[in-house]
Structure formats: structure tokens, C-alpha cells
């Protein structure tokens, strides 16, 4: 009995070697093609690494309402405890944050329940700087994602899809960032419905975009986490140096805190550029 069992795992371990080794030969011949992005490429400096994430303060503008949005206190410090230690709180949705589908029902996975496989995808870059720049209320036009495919090809199922504002510009200024009219209500761009749904049916696994929501600001029914998020994808809000990916070739990388039951939650979001 012992001796099936021991034949087994070696037969097993045998062909999960088989496994990584093919699976590394193919790396490597993606990695030699014009859009090698893998992620050996990072240690040896032939990828460079963006990060797109905000380092977490006090210092970020918040979502209108939203208060104690960051706080820190030191529970030992180097001169008298010879160490030093901290304990923080914050809000699930302040700075560069993912919002997990149980965000808006019935969207039904929590911030820990979102497939491994997910976080990780190609980047599609969509620039909207121009547009932005002379309309804060722009939301991205089907027109737009159309346009996009025709030089850079279809969508690829299981990306994720960033919309470059050009808002980041105005981190972290406040009042600059949100927007707000004197009616109190915000104005930046964001995705429109009509986009998120052919995304949706593209096989996005998620949106991102570098302001404070992925619908517009004037929005009032946050129709586009309304589609999407039911659709069990993620989103990525606030986002930091969108600007410096192509609008093709990059692989993200979102690595959100695994926190139990979450609607969403801090991430560090990473952007290996495509092979020097
Ligand atoms: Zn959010």
C-alpha cells in the first residue's frame, strides 16, 4: 500500500516539474516577442516596474462625508521600548483602494473571495486626457474603446481596463481633485455605462481609472458599479502614474489587503512595463 502511494507522489511530482518547466519554455518565448512582459524581466531590469499606488496618509482627498479616513499611533517606540511598532485604521475605500463585487449588490464576492487568477492581467490603457481636459464631466464613449481596439486589436478577455484621466495631476490637492460646484456637486470624468457594458462583454476582469470613482463625478446612481460590479469585476480607484503606461503591453499586478468580508480595501497596484 505504502509503496502505490510513494510510486504515486513521484509519478506526481514528476509531472508537475514537467508542468513548470513547459510552462517556463513558454515564458520564455512570449518574453522574446513584442510584448514579452514576464515577470523575470522585473529582477534583471528589462521590465521596468510602475507602481501605481498612493504611499497611505491622512493627507488624501476623501470622499465627500467621509471622516477619521486615516489615523496611526505609535504603540512602541524606539526610545522607550527599544523598538518601534504602530496600530492604524482606516476606511475600506480611501486612496488607492480596490472595490471588491460585494461593494454593490448583488455583486456577491467579498475583498477575500476574488479569484487569485483576477489580480493578475494585461493592461488596456485608454487615453482620455484631451477629452478630459476640456469637459471634467467626460464619460469614455463606446466610439473610444472602438478606437482603441482598432490600433491595439480586440480586448483580450481577462484584462483589466484603465481609463487615463489625466486627474492625477491634481493629487493631492483636494478641492482640485473633487471638484465640487457650489451646489457641492463633483466634477470629474469617469466611465459611461454604455463602455462598461461592452467591457463587461469583452471579458474585463476589471476597470481602474486615476480619480475618485469609476463613474463620473456628477453621478447620483453610480450606474457603472452598478454593471460591473454585479458582473463580478473588480475596480481600482485612485490610481497613481497611469501615466506612464503604454496603452498596450503592460501586465498589472493588484495585490489588495485579504480582509475578511470586505467591500473593498487598500491595494498596491503594480504595472510591469513591456520587455526594454
Ligand atoms: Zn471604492
Known sequence: MRKIIFVAMVLAFGAALAAVYSGS???????AGANGNWIEGVSDGRNPVVDMTYAVSDKFPAWPGDERVFEAKANATVAKDGYFTRSFSMLEHYGTHLDAPAHFP???????????????????????????????????????VEKWEALHGRIPAGAVVLLRTGWSARWPDQARYR????AGVMHFPGFSVEAARLLVERGAVGLGIDTLSIDYGSSKDFEVHRVTLPAGLYQLENLANLDQLPQAGAFLISAPIKLEGGSGGPVRVFAILPTK
Open 25 to 31: 519554455a513558454v515564458a520564455q518565448k512570449k518574453g
Open 106 to 144: 448583488p455583486g456577491k464576492e467579498y475583498l477575500d473571495q476574488i479569484p487569485v487568477e483576477h489580480l493578475f492581467a494585461p493592461a488596456v490603457v485608454i487615453d482620455v486626457r484631451e477629452e478630459a481636459g476640456k469637459d471634467p464631466d467626460y464619460r469614455l464613449r463606446v466610439m473610444r
Open 179 to 182: 471638484n465640487m460646484d457650489a
